[in-house]
């Protein structure tokens, strides 16, 4: 007999499709990862503007979700938080079968958040979540996935991190070279004595004092870009900010020297133990195995 065993997801965006072509790897599943993926992006370009379809958001969604047939991929629709609130549409569930057990990927808005309720005993966020709720702050800093479960309070939450998916990008300290003392590169020591203004995302306040560690952090103000504007020409402005790379090109282009890698954001494979049961462990072996580079080093 094969057990189901739901597992939270994110609804849209890198997260989810790192999460979908892992599931596809293990489980033969190409075609429905694919499907899914392709119809997300489409409805993201619909969202910014950069489409112009022919139906409705309804008509669509009818099109897109195989009511009746779990292992079809079901689409819902959801208000986006961008100007106007346009109706957006994001991934629901599906089911896809891997070996002895069925993996019931459940659409949810913010993984973690129902890991912490218990809604879910395993889910796939961005590690950087974990570190914007959970991990206790301190002077050194937070630096691999790997030391993050070390920084988790056992009285705040009962998840933890299992394994990565491998879908890394970084979290990049910048600056212009104004900002510099002659020939340093900026890293976090180069915080210690700058005392000035850190261009970040909003709400990214408690991830980069932990990637950063506080004690180099003591003297800095955070700066935040304005609304629609760059992120590394508000960087540029600002004199020094952390942001999301993968190459550092747009940063340069911006004349900003790319300096230290301070935390790398990836999705990840969480568990809340006090849920977890047999099923649970076997869904986690198949996610531990070392099949992709990740800087979650724990295998």
Known sequence: MTDTIAVAVPRKGRPLEAVLQ?????????????????TLRYEKAVTKGDQTPEKNAYARLTEYSYLGDPEKPDFTLLRDDRAGKPRRIVFDSVDVPVGDVTLRLVGREEP??????????????SADLVLEEVVELRPDPVSRIADVNARIDPHDTDVRVVAGMGDTVYHTLMASPETLPQGAQPTREFLQGYGGELCISPRYERLVEAVIGTRNSENIEFAYPGEDEEEEAAIADTGAGVYLTVTGSTAR??????????????TVLMENYEESDGVA?????????PETETEMAIY
């Open 22 to 38: 892992r599931v596809a790897a293990e489980a033969d599943a190409e075609g429905v990862a694919d499907e899914i993926i392709s």
């Open 112 to 125: 973690f958040r129902s890991l912490r309720k218990h809604d879910f005993a395993l889910g796939f966020d």
């Open 253 to 266: 282009e911006h004349g900003l020297v790319v300096g230290e890698e301070l935390f790398p954001s990836e």
């Open 281 to 289: 462990e076997r869904v986690k072996e198949m996610f531990e195995r």
